[in-house]
């Protein structure tokens, strides 16, 4: 785990700061507030209410019922989102598994910016579709998610839990039901003093009040009389944020952009139906008869006083003027918190940073730490430059306002700052970052190998955080009107982009060397060589050292080894390796790995950014492994145009056997143009994000029609340009097989595309991944040829996997095989399925 400035044995005080710090994304901007949003946060300063929201993906939550609870009745609103997508698609990029449940993270964190809510997870893995929550529980560890939930629980005390999906087959997928089976679950377990008390050295039992499902239109049977379910009103108007939480919510989802999730804003009236499962029953509200005043706290009576007090005298124009009526709140509180670990302790940590942030926000105190450099080594130091700029009217109840000192790294730097309105002050620090910091920028999930249905995170204090820690960070100490109040800030690149303006982005660690290797599966259809490059990128200045490969028995490469020497730092060197199966090779998939070493160290893990406009950049440091396959492949025809629909590696594979292929974009369908392909290949959901196919589509059809060969990946049922994606009529759905090795039934062993120029059996669909396939077509007109049928335990047999049918001279195919996930996982059956396809008709 990585050092914190405070490593003492954590009290329940400390434990509920970095939890309710967890919510905080690094790589933003520092927070500034408008003066309607500290008027909303003096409000929520009197309420001492919370609310958990659960399911099981991102973009599952429902973001105008957070905006509403967060924002309208300004309780503490949590959502805990099970897994983190992983087993998605992506329609924004290349990403896929480990690297978009990375995007998919961040953009629940953007989520919550803009609704108010925090975010949480468990250490369950999207290992993809699954159809029932009994076989999810196959795949996941149930009793560690249930342990996950109760720990989020315990930590947040929601006074009412909401689930997303009921626990049956209504909700669509296995997780979703998985999910709403485990809230009701861990709704008891929490309370229970014998139910993971592991758990107790941090945190207390304890017992939400109620349990509802969130339920709405989409799981009632339609003419289902819904009186009966308490009803919210999540549509209303707020006037502090100029919006409705219709809006709020539009805002919201739409950050879900890799699952093409944007949304229109709603206004007006929105009613969202709760039906309680669990709990004290209610009549008309779902916190009806819960304290949520300060009279829950013993004691605490006197402190809604003063904060009614600040609020009455609240001057928009001037809210440096409620400063004094704050520290008058926070000493209240501060002789107001308990010692112990009691069940006020929550209440009372929460409120002392909301009052904290409030009295930083009133002054307009502006606080960053950044650097010039996105990346350091572990062991090395950083140049970082402190900025505090004071933005606040004089008042003699606050004065003096002074920087008292700073903390970084476990060492202390005394000053005596006076702050000034407006004046900017800039400390400049060397901060060391320690050698044991080296994993601190890979994902904690990420950091040891888990299984296919769990992450592994041995850290109990990490699990149910979205993200890590920033690599290193700097406490900022400040007299205030008396009082001394703490800040602790992340340290931040930041830079200004001639296009965007000032961006930020997490500080890296890295290692001195990075080790990349180009492509993801290298493909041996024959003995003959290929030249595997390998990146070897430099963290530091002045890395020497030498890299190998480790190849499976059987394999060769030469040279054995490449010395390099990089000057600069973050400059690249790239080495070729020239790799070939030998006699005793065995055929079919194994791996190969990169390894370099330096000063007797050595170094096996990669570089990866994850960079998009909507999220802080991100990045991974994959093992540098790559898979092997050898394999036996025949192949027809040279040319291939491939159209990228939502991004796919599978043009890397059809030059892996062997294709030439050119990337087209919409401009280059022409009739004339596409003569020259034998084969043209649509990228994974190009019918649902080319608007220009609409009108194209004649063009690619004629293209068949004169003799060519069109293949066409997966579509997503909903949200097509056009109505019809084939030369005759089919119905897309959302029918899939979700039994990755689920056994196959040739429906006509003589079809071409299962013979020439490969003859594909059973074999060639064991070792795939995640699924086998899914967007079957469930309707299609006769002219379209079945090739085979399989089917997930106790379901009938899907046969549209792959449609072929003859079209002029020519053919089309549409195959819902995941060849995209397949190809890039090395898995050989999917090279000669695929090579068959784009083969088909030719001599």
Not at 261 to 274: D, K, M, P, T
Not at 279 to 292: H, L
Not at 484 to 507: A, N, W
Not at 646 to 667: C, F, H, M, N, S
Request: proline fraction near 5%; include cysteine; charged fraction near 20%.
């Amino acid at each position: 785990m990585r050092t914190r400035l405070f490593r003492a044995a954590l009290s329940a005080v400390l434990l509920t700061q970095s939890l309710s710090h967890s919510f905080t994304a690094q790589a933003q901007a520092p927070k500034t507030w408008s003066s309607s949003e500290i008027l909303l946060g003096l409000k929520k300063l009197n309420v001492l209410g919370s609310a958990l929201y659960v399911a099981a993906h991102p973009d599952d939550e429902n973001t105008r019922l957070i905006a509403y609870l967060a924002n309208g009745r300004l309780v503490e609103t949590g959502y805990l989102s099970c897994t983190r997508g992983d087993g998605g698609q992506n329609l924004i990029g290349p990403e896929l598994r480990e690297g978009l449940g990375v995007i998919r993270t961040q953009e629940l964190l953007a989520a919550r910016r803009i609704d108010g809510g925090r975010q949480f997870f468990t250490r369950a893995n999207d290992f993809g579709f699954s159809k029932t929550a009994e076989e999810t529980f196959t795949i996941w560890d149930k009793e560690q998610v249930l342990s996950d939930m109760v720990w989020v629980i315990r930590q947040r005390r929601p006074d009412v839990m909401i689930t997303r999906f009921p626990p049956d087959a209504r909700a669509g997928h296995g997780h979703h039901t998985a999910s709403a089976i485990l809230a009701a679950e861990a709704f008891e377990a929490a309370g229970d003093p014998k139910r993971f008390p592991e758990q107790l050295q941090y945190v207390q039992v304890w017992q939400p009040k109620r349990l509802f499902w969130n339920t709405g239109s989409f799981f009632v049977k339609q003419g289902e009389n819904m009186d009966g379910y308490l009803k919210v009103d999540a549509g209303q108007y707020n006037p502090l944020l100029g919006q409705s939480y219709g809006e709020i919510a539009a805002r919201s989802r739409s950050q879900h952009k890799s699952q093409g999730f944007g949304s229109s804003a709603q206004r007006g009236e929105a009613l969202e139906y709760l039906q309680q499962v669990k709990g004290d029953k209610v009549k008309s509200d779902p916190f009806e008869g819960i304290d949520m005043s300060w009279n829950r706290v013993p004691g605490g009576a006197a402190v809604g006083k003063l904060i009614d007090e600040v609020i009455r005298k609240y001057d928009a124009a001037n809210p440096s003027a409620s400063v004094a009526g704050l520290l008058k709140v926070r000493a209240a509180l501060e002789r107001l918190s308990p010692k112990s670990l009691s069940g006020e302790q929550f209440w009372m940590q929460q409120k002392i940073e909301q009052v904290n942030s409030l009295i930083r926000a009133s002054l307009g105190l502006y606080i960053e730490a950044t650097t010039a450099t996105s990346a350091v080594v572990a062991g090395d130091k950083v140049p970082v430059t402190i900025e505090v700029t004071p933005r606040f009217s004089v008042s003699k109840e606050i004065q003096p306002v002074e920087l008292i000192g700073a903390q970084y790294v476990g060492r202390d730097s005394a000053t005596q700052i006076k702050l000034t309105n407006g004046r900017q002050v800039l400390l400049r620090k060397q901060i060391g970052l320690l050698a044991s910091d080296a994993l601190a920028s890979q994902p904690y999930w990420l950091r040891a190998v888990g299984t296919t249905g769990m992450y592994k995170v041995d850290e109990l204090l990490e699990r149910g955080r979205p993200e890590n820690d920033a690599a290193t960070d700097v406490l900022l100490r400040f007299a205030i009107g008396g009082q001394i109040i703490d800040y602790t800030v992340p340290v931040q690149y930041k830079s200004t982009d001639p296009v965007e303006g000032e961006k930020y982005r997490p500080l890296t660690v890295v290692p001195p060397v990075a080790v990349n290797i180009g492509g993801h599966a290298y493909v041996f259809a024959d003995n003959q060589p290929k030249t595997i490059p390998v990146t070897l990128r430099a963290g530091k200045a002045g890395v020497k050292g030498s890299v190998a490969l480790t190849l499976p028995q059987g394999w060769k490469s030469e040279p054995a080894s490449f010395t390099f020497d990089i000057a600069a730092k973050d400059a690249e060197q790239t080495v070729q390796f020239r790799v070939q199966p030998g006699a005793g090779a065995a055929e079919g998939k194994s791996e190969l790995r990169a390894v370099a070493t330096v000063d007797g160290q050595t170094y096996s893990r990669g570089y990866q950014p994850i960079a998009y406009n909507h999220i802080p950049t991100q990045v991974l440091f994959p093992e540098a492994v790559a898979p092997l396959v050898k394999l036996d492949l025949k192949r027809k025809g040279q040319e291939i145009g491939y159209l990228m629909g939502a991004g796919d590696e599978v043009p890397d594979a059809l030059r892996q056997i062997g294709y030439t292929v050119t990337l087209l974009k919409p401009e280059d369908l022409t009739e004339q143009n596409l003569r020259r392909f034998d084969a043209v290949v649509l990228g994974v959901r190009a019918y649902n994000t080319i608007d220009r196919l609409k009108t194209l589509q004649p063009t690619l059809l004629k293209y068949v029609e004169n003799g060519g060969n069109l293949v066409v990946q997966y579509v997503v049922s909903r949200g097509t340009v056009l109505p019809q994606i084939g030369p005759y009529p089919l119905t897309l759905s959302n029918d899939r097989v979700t039994v990755e090795n689920a056994a196959v039934t040739f429906l006509n062993p003589s079809q071409p595309l299962l013979n020439t120029p490969n003859k594909i059996t059973s074999k060639d669909f064991e070792g795939w991944v995640q699924e086998q396939g899914l967007y079957y077509p469930s309707q299609w007109d006769a002219k379209y040829q079945t090739v085979l049928s399989s089917a997930d335990p106790g379901e009938k047999a899907k046969e549209s996997a792959i449609l072929v049918a003859d079209y002029g001279k020519g053919h089309y195919i549409y195959t819902g095989l995941s060849l995209f996930r397949e190809l890039p996982a090395g898995v050989p059956g999917a090279y000669r399925i695929l090579t068959n396809m784009v083969s088909l008709g030719k001599k």
